[in-house]
């Protein structure tokens, strides 16, 4: 695809980075140069300095025959308008806005054919939020993921001593817990992954990815390491955007403080956030954390804009007794050093978000896309569509599909509505949408498991690169369209 990305900064560098890695055509504007020159000194793409919103900037960036536009700028003004210059000038087929107040997307006719055209508008705050919010509901999980809206999540544990399947092969789980239906997809073993199958033991250490309905996660999780105890106290170094999101969140079934350097920003909170405790302080400040009973803390985030503070913060309070931390960490190389030492997970903001660019990119039906592991693995949901003779995959066990190496299929929802049934209806229509969600199936696959027309297909693939290779085989042969 030609891609035109708008905005060279963590978001956009990222999304960048992995789709010239997949040989897409790849144009990156910015004001700053210096921003441009360190992309070009690592990928192949083009670069073209200059206002992102401006028409003979996008026309020196090739938006006249361009597929996509990814408008990921700081400012959600110009990100709206670049949207509605590419739909109205240049007649770009799909066009994606980065946004980051709420209340536009409190508004969505903003981003209708009629105003700013905006095909999908993404929130890196609001996915972080929703993505921390589910590290704190399953304390012991590195990572939660939700498929087929909700029915269906991904769940990353680090195996730990004492876990009843630790120092066992994975064809006892079945028999150890007949009743709970899940499937380990991938095993992660010193950053090296293992495909997995009934022989495979599960070592002290190993990060384990497993697929299961959402309702089934705990005690899926229950089976590989003791369980954590639910968190109650949590404190949030940071209020920031998503600092005060998350507080809001949380605040009515926890115990939520958090500690602001800013006055004014400590007074904006205390305003909107009724049942948080507002701290005035530094985060890195020892004495302020003990005086708030760190060591009492369940959960202590450490959500600042600024990663050095975020990494020291979470340190000390790890140090000083918190029972898990969690950091939020702008660089790659930064969250590979820090994660597991001392602190518990660290937060890459833009590899969290840029899942919800991919689907838009990948080709097929592909309804969900969450990147794994720094963007080194990929765990996809798409849609099957054809028969027997126009699909390599309809109509077939999952032992007859010769999928890529290192592919897993881990589970398939069965009746879902399609995903942009919601658009022009009525409220009773919504409803009876909402009615057939609740009705649909999650089939656990096994070998013989049979995939038919229109399934929603979960798949872990451990190297992106084959990413490629699993989209292919899901293609309808042009005989059948």
């Not at 993404?122 to 012991?140: Q, S």
């Amino acid at each position: 695809m030609k891609i035109v990305i708008l905005g060279a900064g963590r978001v956009g560098s990222t999304v960048a980075e992995s789709l010239a890695s997949e040989s897409n055509d790849i144009t990156v504007v910015d004001l700053a140069r210096s921003r441009l020159s360190l992309l070009q000194e690592r990928l192949d793409l083009r670069t073209v300095v200059g206002s992102a919103s401006h028409p003979d900037i996008m026309i020196q960036a090739g938006m006249e025959d361009a597929d996509m536009v990814l408008a990921l700028t700081g400012s959600d003004e110009t990100n709206l308008v670049a949207c509605k210059l590419a739909a109205s000038m240049f007649n770009t087929p799909t066009r994606i806005a980065r946004i980051r107040t709420v209340d536009y997307l409190d508004h969505p006719d903003i981003f209708s054919r009629e105003n700013f055209c905006v095909d999908f508008a993404i929130c890196p705050e609001r996915i972080l939020t929703k993505y921390i919010e589910k590290l704190i509901e399953f304390p012991g999980a590195l990572q939660v993921l939700d498929f087929a809206s909700g029915k269906v999540s991904l769940v990353a544990v680090k195996a730990i001593h004492g876990g009843p399947l630790i120092g066992r092969q994975l064809k006892e789980l079945r028999r150890h817990a007949p009743n709970l239906d899940t499937r380990v997809a991938a095993i992660f073993r010193h950053n090296h992954p293992i495909i997995p199958e009934g022989s495979t033991v599960v070592e002290e250490g190993d990060e384990v990815f497993f697929i299961a309905s959402s309702s089934n996660i705990r005690a899926a999780m229950g089976e590989l390491r003791r369980m954590d105890k639910p968190v109650r106290r949590v404190m949030i170094a940071g209020g920031g955007r998503i600092g005060r999101r998350l507080a809001e969140v949380l605040q009515q079934s926890h115990q939520v403080r958090i500690i602001e350097r800013d006055i004014k920003v400590c007074e904006s909170l205390t305003q909107n956030l009724h049942n948080t405790l507002i701290l005035h302080g530094d985060v890195t400040d020892e004495e302020l954390l003990e005086s708030e009973n760190i060591s009492e803390m369940d959960i202590f985030c450490a959500l600042t804009n600024d990663e050095e503070n975020n990494i020291m913060a979470a340190l000390m309070a790890k140090r000083m007794g918190a029972r898990k931390v969690i950091a939020l960490i702008n660089r790659s190389m930064y969250v590979d050093l820090m994660q597991g030492s001392g602190i518990d997970i660290a937060i890459s903001p833009a590899q969290v978000t840029i899942g919800s660019l991919l689907a838009y990119v990948r080709q097929g039906d592909v309804a969900v896309v969450h990147s794994l592991r720094r963007g080194a693995a990929e765990a996809l949901e798409l849609v099957a569509h054809g028969d027997a003779s126009s699909s390599r995959v309809v109509g077939r066990k999952i032992e007859e599909i010769k999928l890529p190496r290192g592919t897993t299929i881990g589970a398939i929802v069965r009746g879902l509505p399609p995903g942009d049934v919601y658009r022009n209806l009525s409220e009773q229509e919504k409803d009876s949408i909402l009615d057939q969600w609740k009705q649909a199936q999650v089939i656990i696959a096994h070998h013989d498991t049979v995939i038919k027309q229109n399934d929603h297909v979960i798949l872990f693939v451990v190297n992106k690169r084959m990413v490629r290779q699993v989209e292919k085989l899901f293609q309808v042969n042009v005989g059948f369209l």
